[in-house]
Nanobody, 119 residues
Framework: QVQLVESGGGLVQPGGSLRLSCVVS????????MGWYRQAPGKQRELVAN???????KYADFVKGRFTIARDNAKKTVYLQMNSLKPEDTAVYYCNGRNPFDTTGRDYWGKGTLVTVSS
C-alpha cells in the first residue's frame, strides 16, 4: 500500500523558514517524480515545485528563489525547504508522487501539512 506522509508544517512569522518532509512507503521511490502542491482556503490546489526521478527541478514563479525541493532516495523522502515565507504562503501543503512509466497517469497524495505564516 502506497503511503505518503508529510511533516514539518506549523506556524511561522513572515520572513521565517520551514522545512517540509514527505516520507514514502509502498512504492519504488527512486523511479517516481515527486512534487509539492498547496491549497489555500477557497483556492484550487496548485503546484509549488517538483523533482523528477533524475533530479530535475521545476518551481512555480511565486516561490522561485525562496523554496528548494530535494529528494533522498535512500531515505525515500522528498523535502521542501521554504525560506522568506510570506503570509500568502499560508496553505495546506501536499506531497505528490507520480510514476512517469505508468501510462494511467495515476497520482499518489499525502494528507497534507498545514503551514501558517502570520505575525
Amino acid at each position: 500500500q502506497v503511503q505518503l506522509v508529510e511533516s514539518g508544517g506549523g506556524l511561522v512569522q513572515p520572513g521565517g523558514s520551514l522545512r517540509l518532509s514527505c516520507v514514502v512507503s509502498g512504492m519504488l521511490f527512486s523511479i517516481y517524480d515527486m512534487g509539492w502542491y498547496r491549497q489555500a482556503p477557497g483556492k484550487q490546489r496548485e503546484l509549488v515545485a517538483n523533482i523528477t526521478n533524475i533530479g530535475n527541478t521545476k518551481y512555480a514563479d511565486f516561490v522561485k528563489g525562496r523554496f528548494t525541493i530535494a529528494r533522498d532516495n535512500a531515505k525515500k523522502t522528498v523535502y521542501l525547504q521554504m525560506n522568506s515565507l510570506k503570509p500568502e504562503d499560508t496553505a495546506v501543503y501536499y506531497c505528490n508522487g507520480r510514476n512517469p512509466f505508468d501510462t494511467t497517469g495515476r497520482d499518489y497524495w499525502g494528507k497534507g501539512t498545514l503551514v501558517t505564516v502570520s505575525s
